[in-house]
């Protein structure tokens, strides 16, 4: 037998035995809780339904390639953050016991109505902006569920509003082709039993206990895995707190893969994350299958698949008045990530009253705009071969390789030599473009009349494929910062 069917079958085998025995146990446990501690038929919600078995190897556990290969080359994805907290204005999770006393906070679902839902108006709207894959908030730090969990009452279904806002979304997307996805964070501030507790939170803890709260946590993936799915991936967060672990890591990993095999998972399901710049430390293995650079642009990588995740304001959760970024910063930010071979998770915060905000759509659907004319310069592409650096980065596919010129700084782009011979050069962005060979390489020059505002877009035409040339920087005056640019750097 095969290993990963090893997997599938070891999962399956407790995933029947969670159907079966826990109902039995876990009443009967929950009867003798309720007895001992008093505790409500709610609370018996927190029981485990799960049944340890034996960890499978790690090679087993890999991605699945053709999952990985789809998600890679739909490179543009829409990020929502949403809860009650939209109703403050204030961050998700982070403001619970800093902006906003705990007890208001925890209470802020009583009143949270977004009448104007409608799953349909924002999966539309994902579609139109040229996003490929949504992903939503199932629960943030605070706790809060958006679906209707028979494991917590802290859910949409105690809210006025009563509507599993997960499952509408779900439907739609699956409706409109649009891939489904959730964020779902480790860490938990509500839940009695997670630890550590956040601040200005001063209930005790000597009855807290993580493994319980591990288990709900996987019984809740397993309501969304199942209910809401099939999703393209889960994304972790909260993964630093000091109660994780890299083995909790591996085992929340392998319990999600083996619930959906070709689930991707990234990698805040683990410890391996290097700070806000998001890829997987090296030092030995960790889980997950991409890097998460998190509002700043990852560094050219086309070894491991990485994602930045960035907000089109300033916070993740809606704020009124919020400073937007420019449609200049917008696209210069996909295009540089694009350029090194990552994926964009572009944030919005929708609004209490269930609308995302009129402006930030119309500069989504002006993104969507400008991919309706340069998507092939986006998507199913790979970085490189040039490296990105402030004055752009390129893309490529097939024999093409796509310049994108977003600063130019003197008459022309310099760039280096590559083992291919240039048969062509076009603008796409409109107008003609003069290409030399000379000994430093190819000096690109377009009139000043043709360069474009935002991306002066070049697609050279090799004799052969260009994925094959080793990726080269590009020489001062033009490479500067050749790593990474930073979110805030990136229009400079
Ligand atoms: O979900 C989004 C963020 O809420 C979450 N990750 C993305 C995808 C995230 N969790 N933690 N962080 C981001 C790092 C947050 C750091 C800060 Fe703070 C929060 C800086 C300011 C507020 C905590 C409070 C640290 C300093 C003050």
Redesign the pocket.
């Known amino acids: 037998m095969d290993p990963i069917t090893a997997l599938l079958q070891t999962d399956e085998q407790a995933g029947a035995r969670a159907s079966v025995l826990p109902l039995r146990v876990g009443m009967l446990a929950a009867m003798c809780f309720a007895v001992l501690v008093g505790w409500s038929e709610a609370d018996a919600k927190y029981e485990s339904e799960e049944s340890s078995h034996t960890p499978e190897p790690v090679h087993a556990l890999r991605a699945n390639a053709a999952s990985l290969q789809k998600w890679q080359e739909s490179r543009f994805g829409l990020?929502i953050?949403w809860g009650p907290v939209s109703l403050k204005g204030t961050?998700?999770?982070?403001s619970r016991g800093?902006e906003i006393p705990v007890a208001e906070y925890d209470n802020l679902y009583k009143r949270f109505d977004p009448e104007k839902f409608d799953a349909h108006e924002w999966v539309s709207i994902a579609k139109e902006a040229g996003t490929k894959y949504i992903v939503i908030?199932s629960k943030?730090?605070d706790g809060f569920c958006i679906w209707d969990s028979k494991y917590t009452d802290y859910d949409i279904t105690s809210t006025p509003f009563r509507r599993d806002v997960l499952k509408e979304l779900a439907d739609e997307c699956h409706r409109q082709g649009i891939q489904f996805n959730t964020?779902h964070?480790i860490i938990d501030w509500y839940h009695p039993d997670y630890l550590p507790r956040g601040s200005g939170d001063d209930r005790p803890t000597d009855d807290a206990d993580f493994e319980r709260y591990v288990a709900y946590l996987k019984n809740q993936l397993r309501e969304i895995i199942t209910g809401y799915g099939p999703l393209g991936v889960m994304w972790f967060?909260?993964e630093w707190e000091s109660h994780w672990s890299p083995e909790r890591g591996w085992d929340l990993y392998r319990y999600v893969r083996g619930l959906q095999p070709d689930i991707l998972i990234n990698n805040r399901v683990g410890k391996g994350r290097m700070g806000?710049r998001g890829m997987t430390k090296t030092d030995q293995e960790y889980a997950g299958d991409f890097g998460t650079p998190?509002q700043e642009i990852g560094r050219f990588n086309r070894d491991t698949p990485w994602e930045t995740?960035m907000t089109i304001c300033r916070q993740?959760a809606f704020k009124p008045n919020d400073q937007m970024k420019s449609l200049k910063e917008c696209l210069h930010t996909l295009v540089r990530v694009a350029g090194g071979d990552g994926n964009l998770l572009f944030n919005v915060g929708p609004m209490p009253d269930g609308r995302i905000e009129p402006r930030q759509v119309e500069r989504l659907r002006e993104m969507g705009t400008w991919l309706k004319d340069y998507g092939q310069t986006v998507y199913a592409t790979r970085g490189g071969p040039f490296k990105p650096g402030p004055w752009g980065g390129s893309t490529c596919k097939g024999n093409r390789i796509y310049v994108h010129v977003l600063d130019w700084q003197g008459e022309t782009l310099q760039l280096p030599p590559i083992d291919r011979k240039v048969v062509r050069g076009t603008l796409l962005t409109g107008g003609t473009v003069e290409l030399k060979r000379t000994e430093e390489g190819i000096a690109v020059n377009v009139p000043e009349r043709y360069r474009r505002d935002i991306d002066t877009i070049v697609a050279l035409e090799l004799d052969g494929p260009a994925f094959e040339i080793a990726p080269v920087a590009v020489a001062s005056p033009w490479a500067g910062l050749e790593e990474g640019t930073h979110a805030g750097e990136a229009t400079k």
């Open positions: 990020f953050h961050e998700i999770g982070w800093r908030t943030h730090h964020y964070s967060d909260g806000m998190e995740c993740w």
